[in-house]
């Protein structure tokens, strides 16, 4: 067998795309001895075709015509120029490569098929550099050690990963006789995660059943038991010391969030905390579905490939609920530590924030606009507790029939894989995900790392449709976190299944049995289908070049065998393995903590503040990110994420029409505030659940049909001061859940986001709460947007300001914290989201735009800059509390349940009558001259601003 | 009432097929997606269709470079039905990916037989994926697609939008042969940089023709404006602001409803509301 080696480079005096981006993320790194950076494509194909046709081969296919040249071989450093560094980046043996798996189809499409395709990126580095240097590089730029190899200046050819067959050799880990500590070492030696008392469960279990468990029975009780899959915390019993007084949980997620859903009872809730996402009514005929997950660890390893699993995986939860819907919109929310850090302040193990946001974002757009899901609404935060740890937050809604939100598994039925193939990819990612990280984790946990291909997961989708229209398959589940082993874990919980291992299509050779099972290789679906319908299935998917393929039975007494070759490797009671985990009770503490306002002097004019704020992280555009992602396929945009006259202006939800011939629509919206739960997670968790709702509420979301999903990501939560701010965070859910009368329909949880360094401090992330909301639209046309119309118009402030400045982008930018959080009115705030709901559906409203971070100020320059239109504001109009009497807390104060609307001069009766006996009133009007003026209670201007330049500071930020 | 039909085809990676179809039976075609190895399969297939449609997306990853392995394939497996197709006076429309697929397989700007020559869409500029609207001046009166003298104002979304040609004398070409169906222009019909060109195209071209002028690629994608409220601020303007992506695709059906099927000329078009602006044509 010959190996091919194709080399493409671009022609010389063209733009070299990617040879520019790494040339400039050179200079970032502060090298500037580097005069250029030449990229190439290299492509590695072994084949038994003549050089005529190899010619053929990278002269047709791999070799655009116009803008490269190719090269046959191993070419060398360009002439003439001496300082020429030579780097390839491989992908390690195993790792998936999707471009090898087109090409090899394209080749066979032009009439020889090859044995095998790798490929590889090659770069030339012009200039003086020391070796020191080309590592730094190599590692920070053009490799991830997690998932490349780098070879630099090397002439041979790296070894073809031709992987050794399995043979079988079934382990015993023997777990009767040992001690505590014996419990303790095995469960660390094979990185369970177990802890104690859950070793001495199974221990107790294997010494009834009178013999020792298999490697394959431990790994997948500790896949069902972890963390990510079990949330043995939120459902844990929980004693909690709440100043002073005591309170006690039997489930804290019961009594708390899934409380508020059950006691709220809305016949509109089809399917809550029971499938892989949460389903609502959405129309007669349909539902919309909605989960979001996060994907922190692996981001933190492989930025790229992390985010990018991320949003495949959570794509995969509405295809995997009821019986398949489809994916119809993508939310993210990002939290990352402050992109301007220099490289010593990042502690070793990490990658800089500035790359992971870059890897993050990109991942997230590839991935997305692969699958052809508009990705509508998002947000970033940035704070440096998420330096190690960043927070990566990936929604996925879908739409689907209304009878298809159960799922009928029975007795008999075959379990059919589809989709991608399994390989060792991901193997041990749900225990974890469920781990602290440390310096250390980049090397022991490198496979833990997935690799995604978007194109597997669109042609799976694509195969689904047509199966599940069809009628083809009675149940449907995705395969995630514990791979196999979780998805046939839940999907068989009450019936018991027999497993084939060997029946499992691999990518390539050399798997064990228990890899099979846990391996959380990408694109995978697993689904239920009656024998009799097996062959026409697999015709569709054939059909469309996707395998699908019987791998087991469901039985019926309710046992989990696992076969390999017909030997049995593992046998256990479906009960013991969803049901035989230990509760806990945990103890947790809650105390205010003493803090105090900061004393800043008062003055005459806060441009500069608010400029400030407008370019601080937080506030700033995020369009340099919108963009990238394609927000409008599906043809479904209704309320962009940029709006405006500019088309520029930040959204604040996202409205989509789901059924392109209804006029019903869909509004999406998230809220977050991790900086007032340094005061009070409590308030913290309503100030996100207001401002989700006053987001859909702004473009025209219906105040009825709220539906709330809950994203917890906190430190480790055995502390209990930690798990007690968990605590004070879940009851909030209930009181806000109650009050709007929104139930939550699905929730996840991350703990454990903590990073050793290598001095061992510790870093933790702050508690962080991401609320994801969603409501419906009943007619697309009546939707406003936040930018202003008119000049003459009116400018209206609807919610009562209060000296609430704890927390606040004004304090963070004066390095302050401070002490008044702002604290939800838990009975004026679903007054006024009702109110103003219904005056913009009887179309009385021109814009709406929320107060949230930066307040009054920075919503009126963001609506102001977003109409091209300025603003003659007096805060005398403004409705406040008697304690906010300082003129900086009018202007940036964050109190919640405040809207700024604007309405025509002849709608004002009627919007005022809306509006009585509400805290409102007259701020202002919209001019023409563009320019934010604020004058305050004693008549002097305290702002004054071009609206250009406001506009600037707020771009500036990420104009990268 | 004869129909006019509609094949839109659809292959691993391939995602607006959907709004793709819907714009065309709004515009008063029946439309079907099809996927490409029902075509290798049953070459004939295309014989019942007057429009084929390659949508947008990223077929087959958009790995080697965009459109190139769904071009490879219907080179090696679809030259001679889509040949045929053409020359039968049929219609072809590539948006973005598919606009990709026409020049990477040597349909657009056409010559010879299928081969890539002088024309090639790479990269943009700007080294990343953008998703924002621009606006389209027409460059030609023979391509049936569009009326020469209408703007248009449509979104692109992608990340290898940039033409590019072999040298200066291909570009004379495509000028003076008028190849150039539309370029990229600001809301006063000027060309300019970034962000009005949003991928640094050579000369700014945003579409390509063949000779016939009843092949059409372009990167922006039409679909994607077929109702109002798509527009990017609609919420600012009145009722009655033109909706111009639906455009394209009523012409396409104008045109094969006058000069494909059989009773074309006492056909009544008026019946199709999207298409109000260009049925009251002459």
């Given at each position: 067998m010959r190996q091919w080696r194709v080399e493409v480079f671009n022609r010389p005096g063209l733009v070299d795309v990617q040879g520019g981006r790494v040339l400039s993320d050179i200079r970032e790194l502060g090298i500037t001895s580097i005069e250029a950076v030449q990229s190439a494509r290299v492509f590695l194909i072994e084949a038994d075709f003549d050089p005529a046709f190899a010619e053929r081969v990278a002269h047709e296919l791999l070799a655009d015509p116009v803008c490269e040249q190719y090269y046959l071989g191993r070419s060398g450093p360009p002439a003439g120029l001496a300082k020429a560094t030579l780097i390839e980046v491989h992908l390690k043996s195993g790792v998936t490569d999707p471009v090898a798996e087109s090409v090899m189809a394209a080749i066979a499409d032009m009439g020889v098929r090859p044995d095998g395709v790798r490929t590889a990126r090659k770069y030339i580095l012009l200039g003086e550099i020391k070796p020191s240097q080309i590592d730094t590089i190599a590692r920070?730029?053009?490799?991830n050690d997690v998932i490349e190899d780098v070879v630099i200046g090397d002439e041979t050819e790296p070894p073809s990963p031709h992987l050794n067959a399995y043979e079988l050799n079934i382990a015993h880990w023997p777990i009767r006789d040992l001690d505590d500590a014996g419990l303790e070492t095995l469960s660390q030696d094979k990185d369970l995660f177990l802890n104690v008392v859950e070793m001495r469960t199974i221990q107790d279990y294997f010494r009834r059943l009178g013999r020792e468990p298999t490697d394959i029975e431990l790994e997948t009780l500790a896949q069902t038991w972890s963390e990510h899959c079990g949330h043995k915390t939120l459902r844990s019993a929980v004693d909690m010391t709440a100043n002073g007084t005591q309170i006690h949980f039997d489930n804290l997620l019961k009594e708390t969030i899934f409380k508020a859903t059950q006691q709220l009872n809305k016949d509109w809730c089809l399917s809550v905390f029971a499938d892989n996402a949460g389903v609502v009514e959405f129309d007669e005929q349909s539902a919309v579905c909605f989960k979001v997950e996060t994907h922190n660890h692996p981001s933190a390893l492989d930025p790229y490939g992390g985010s990018a699993t991320g949003i495949g995986g959570v794509i995969r939860d509405p295809m995997g609920t009821g019986l398949g819907a489809r994916p119809i919109a993508n939310t993210d929310i990002f939290c990352f530590g402050t992109p301007d850090k220099s490289l010593d302040e990042v502690p070793k193990g990490v990658l800089h924030p500035r790359r992971i946001m870059k890897g993050v974002v990109a991942g997230v757009r590839d991935y997305g606009n692969r699958m052809g899901i508009p990705t509508v609404n998002g947000a970033i935060y940035f704070d440096d507790r998420y330096l190690a740890n960043p927070l990566v937050y990936c929604g996925n809604i879908g739409l689907m029939d209304r009878t298809k939100v159960r799922k009928n598994t029975q007795t008999g039925h075959l379990i059919v894989v589809v989709g991608g193939r399994t390989g060792r990819?991901?193997?041990?990612g749900a225990t974890f995900s469920s781990a602290q990280m440390t310096h250390e984790y980049e090397t022991i946990f490198s496979h833990a790392v997935q690799i995604g291909n978007a194109i597997t997961e669109k042609k799976v989708l694509d195969v689904l449709v047509q199966a599940n229209d069809a009628g083809l398959y009675e149940a449907i589940t995705d395969c995630g976190a514990g791979g196999l082993s979780s998805a046939v874990g839940e999907m068989a919980k009450d019936l018991g299944a027999d497993v084939d291992l060997e029946k499992v299509p691999l990518k390539y050779a050399g798997l064990g049995y228990t890899e099979i099972w846990i391996s959380e290789a990408q694109e995978r679906m697993v689904i239920a289908v009656k024998p009799e319908n097996l062959e026409a299935i697999q015709r569709i998917f054939a059909g469309e070049n996707v395998e699908a393929t019987a791998i087991g039975r469901f039985a019926s007494d309710k046992k989990l065998r696992l076969r390999y070759n017909g030997q049995q490797v593992g046998e256990m009671d479906m009960d013991f393995l969803h049901d035989g985990v230990p509760r806990y009770s945990r103890q947790a503490v809650w105390k205010q903590p003493k803090l105090s306002e900061p004393t800043l002097p008062e003055k005459d004019n806060y441009n500069d503040d608010l400029l400030r704020i407008l370019s601080s992280c937080n506030v700033a555009s995020k369009e340099w990110v919108i963009r990238q992602y394609d927000h409008e396929v599906q043809g479904g945009s209704v309320v962009k994420p940029l709006v405006g006259v500019a088309n520029d202006g930040p959204s604040d939800a996202a409205v989509v029409q789901p059924k392109l011939n209804s006029p019903r629509g869909l509004a999406i919206s998230c809220g977050m505030n991790p900086l007032y739960g340094d005061i009070d997670p409590y308030w913290m968790a309503l100030a996100g659940i207001d401002e989700a709702i006053r987001n859909l509420i702004c473009v025209g979301g219906r105040v009825d049909r709220i539906a709330l999903l809950d994203n917890f990501c906190w430190a480790n939560c055995d502390r209990p001061d930690i798990l007690g701010t968990l605590v004070r965070a879940a009851q909030a859910c209930y009181d806000g859940a109650i009050a709007f009368q929104a139930p939550f329909i699905s929730g996840k949880d991350s703990l454990h986001n903590e990073f050793v360094c290598e001095d061992g401090t510790v870093i933790r992330i702050p508690p962080t709460l991401l609320i994801s909301a969603m409501s419906l639209v009943d007619d697309i046309d009546k939707c406003v947007t936040m930018d202003l119309k008119k000049p003459g118009n009116l400018l209206f402030v609807v919610g009562r300001t209060n000296n609430e400045m704890g927390g606040s982008h004004y304090y963070k930018i004066h390095d302050a914290l401070g002490a008044n959080v702002p604290r939800l009115d838990l009975d004026l705030a679903p007054r006024i989201a009702g109110r103003l709901s219904a005056a913009i559906a009887e179309g009385l409203v021109a814009s709406c735009h929320d107060c949230s971070e930066g307040g009054l100020a920075v919503a009126l320059a963001e609506m102001a800059f977003a109409g091209g239109l300025g603003v003659a504001a007096d805060l005398r109009g403004l409705p406040k509390s008697r304690d906010c009497s300082r003129t900086d807390a009018q202007l940036f104060s964050e109190s919640n349940s405040r809207y700024v609307v604007e309405v025509a001069p002849h709608n004002y009766d009627a919007f005022a009558k809306r509006m009585l006996n509400l805290p409102f009133g007259q701020l202002g009007t919209v001019v023409a001259e563009p320019k934010l003026r604020i004058k305050a209670q004693d008549g002097k201007s305290i702002i004054d601003a071009d609206i250009g330049i406001l506009k600037q500071a707020w771009q500036r930020t990420f104009d990268w | 009432m004869q129909e006019v039909r509609a094949i839109v085809l659809r292959a691993a990676g391939i995602n607006t097929d959907l709004e793709t179809e819907y714009a065309l039976e709004l515009a008063g075609a029946q439309a079907d997606r099809i996927h490409i190895n029902r075509l290798i399969e049953d070459k004939g297939l295309l014989e019942q269709y007057h429009i084929l449609i390659f949508p947008g997306g990223f077929s087959y990853g958009d790995d080697v470079a965009a459109g190139k392995i769904m071009a490879n394939q219907v080179i090696h497996h679809l030259s001679d039905p889509v040949r045929k197709f053409i020359n039968d006076g049929k219609l072809v429309l590539g948006i973005c990916n598919g606009f990709q697929v026409l020049v990477k397989a040597g349909i657009?700007?056409?010559?010879?037989?299928f081969k890539q020559e002088d024309v090639t869409i790479t990269c943009n500029d700007s080294g990343k994926y953008e998703d924002r609207w621009v606006y389209l001046a027409p460059q030609t009166g023979k391509c049936v697609f569009f009326d020469p003298g209408q703007r248009l104002y449509v979104p692109v979304a992608h990340g290898e939008g940039k033409i590019v040609t072999k040298d200066d004398e291909a570009l004379q070409r495509l000028r003076s042969e008028g190849h150039i169906a539309f370029k990229y222009v600001d809301a006063e019909g000027n060309e300019g940089p970034f962000p009005i060109n949003p991928n640094g195209s050579v000369d700014s071209i945003a579409g390509l023709t063949d000779a016939t002028g009843r092949v059409l690629g372009l990167m922006p994608h039409p679909e994607r404006f077929v109702r109002r409220t798509q527009h990017p601020h609609w919420s600012r303007l009145g009722e009655d602001l033109p909706v111009d992506g639906i455009k394209i695709f009523c012409h396409a059906v104008r045109y094969v409803r006058e000069?494909?099927?059989?009773?074309?000329?006492?056909?009544?078009?008026?019946?199709v509301a999207a298409c109000g602006e260009v049925q009251a044509g002459p």
């Open positions: 920070k730029i053009l490799a990819d991901g193997i041990h | 657009l700007p056409g010559g010879n037989g000069n494909l099927l059989e009773s074309c000329v006492a056909q009544p078009t008026a019946d």
